[in-house]
C-alpha cells in the first residue's frame, strides 16, 4: 500500500463547475499537507499548504485536511480552462522529501 | 528572480551509457532536491543536498548518485543506464534548514533510454 494514494483521472468538467480532488494517507505522523499544480511540460508548483485540521481558502481553492480519516481534498470553485492540469497532493518524509501522490488529470472544457 | 534552471532539457542516451544533469537552484537557496518523474511511479525523490551534504536519500539503487557544489549548484548522474530510466528528472531548491519548506521545481530534464 502506498503511503498516499490519488485517483489519477482523468477528470473531465466544463467550464465553471466545482471541482473536487482527493488524498488518502496511511501516516499519521504528518502534520502538513501541500497541493502542487503542474502544467503540460513545466515543474510543478505549490498551490496550497496546509498545516491542521480544518479548511483554508486561497481564492477559487480551498484545501480540506481531515486528519481523523487521513483525507484531504482540493477543491476549485468556477473552475475555468487554465485550470486544466494535474494535482499533485504531498505530505513531507524528511529533509525537503516530498512524497506524492500519482496526481490527477483535469480537463476544464470551455 | 530567476527560477530553477535545468540543463539539458532534453537528451537520448542509449543502454548501458551514462548521463549528468545540472541544475542551478535560485539564488540564496541551499537546498537541492531531486525528483524522478514516470507515467507508472509518479514523482519520486531521489535524494536531497544541503550545503554539500547529502541529508536523505530515496530507495533508488547506488547507479543513481548526486552532490552539490559550494555555489549550491548540483548534478545528479546515473551510471549504466537502462530502459526503465526514461523519465522526466525534476530538481527542485529551497531555503533548507530543518523540516520542508516550499519547494520550488524546475522544468526537468527529460532523459530517454533506448
Known amino acids: 500500500q502506498k503511503e498516499v494514494e490519488q485517483d489519477p483521472g482523468p477528470l473531465s468538467v466544463p467550464e465553471g463547475a466545482i471541482v473536487s480532488l482527493n488524498c488518502t494517507y496511511s501516516n499519521s505522523a504528518f502534520q502538513y499537507f501541500m497541493w502542487y499544480r503542474q502544467y503540460s511540460r513545466k515543474g510543478p508548483e505549490l498551490l496550497m499548504y496546509t498545516y491542521s485540521s480544518g479548511n483554508k481558502e486561497d481564492g477559487r481553492f480551498t484545501a480540506q485536511v481531515d486528519k481523523s480519516s487521513k483525507y484531504i481534498s482540493l477543491f476549485i470553485r468556477d473552475s475555468q480552462p487554465s485550470d486544466s492540469a494535474t494535482y499533485l497532493c504531498?505530505?513531507?518524509?524528511?529533509?525537503?522529501?516530498?512524497?506524492f501522490g500519482a496526481g490527477t488529470r483535469l480537463a476544464v472544457h470551455p | 528572480k530567476a527560477g530553477v534552471t535545468q540543463t539539458p532539457r532534453y537528451l537520448i542516451k542509449t543502454r548501458g551509457q551514462q548521463v549528468t544533469l545540472s541544475c542551478s537552484p535560485i539564488s540564496g537557496h541551499r537546498s537541492v532536491s531531486w525528483y524522478q518523474q514516470t507515467p507508472g511511479q509518479g514523482l519520486q525523490f531521489l535524494f536531497e543536498?544541503?550545503?554539500?551534504?547529502?541529508?536523505n536519500k530515496g530507495n533508488f539503487p547506488g547507479r543513481f548518485s548526486g552532490r552539490q557544489f559550494s555555489n549550491s549548484r548540483s548534478e545528479m548522474n546515473v551510471s549504466t543506464l537502462e530502459l526503465g530510466d526514461s523519465a522526466l528528472y525534476l530538481c527542485a531548491s529551497s531555503l533548507g534548514g530543518f523540516g520542508t519548506g516550499e519547494l520550488f521545481f524546475g522544468e526537468g530534464s527529460r532523459l530517454t533510454v533506448l
Open positions: 504531498a505530505m513531507p518524509g524528511g529533509y525537503n522529501k516530498l512524497i
Open positions: 543536498y544541503f550545503s554539500e551534504t547529502q541529508r
